[in-house]
């Protein structure tokens, strides 16, 4: 992994809501970034209706985007993540999903809510920051 996560004595901790509160990247390091990811198949289509379907598929579709640069879900640094109507009821679906892909030790993320997002049907969409060992 080239970046390390820290949370800093003096705030909360985070991990249990699927985030970090700073990563470091080392100096040389090749970043890439993901562009907006939602829960999709192929062929663009939101593979469910369901918010948690949503969140598992758009990290799924995170890491087939890593892998076309060699990289996996574990080399992300940084998630913008976007959730359409936001109420505390989805930080359960997005902090269990985080959780099973990294464990106690997520990337940092920050989460906005949004009125909506590119298709009525969209209800999570994630940008993804890797690092390249």
């Not at 004595?9 to 939602?38: I, K, N, R």
């Not at 999709?40 to 890491?63: L, M, Y």
């Not at 992300?76 to 505390?88: A, F, G, K, S």
């Amino acid at each position: 992994m080239a970046h390390a996560t820290l949370n800093p004595d003096g705030l909360h901790d985070p991990v249990p809501f699927g985030y970090s509160h700073t990563a470091t990247v080392p100096a040389g390091t090749d970043l890439v970034f993901v562009a907006g990811q939602y829960g999709s198949g192929p062929d663009g289509a939101v593979v469910s209706a369901d918010f948690a379907e949503q969140v598992k598929r758009t990290f799924h579709n995170i890491g087939v985007a890593l892998a076309a640069h060699g990289l996996d879900l574990n080399h992300v640094v940084q998630l913008r993540t976007y959730v359409v109507d936001h109420d505390v009821s989805k930080l359960g679906p997005i902090a269990g999903a985080v959780r099973e892909v990294w464990g106690t030790n997520p990337p940092v993320q920050t989460l906005v809510g949004v009125a909506c997002l590119a298709a009525p049907d969209v209800l999570f969409e994630v940008e993804a920051l890797a690092a390249r060992p």
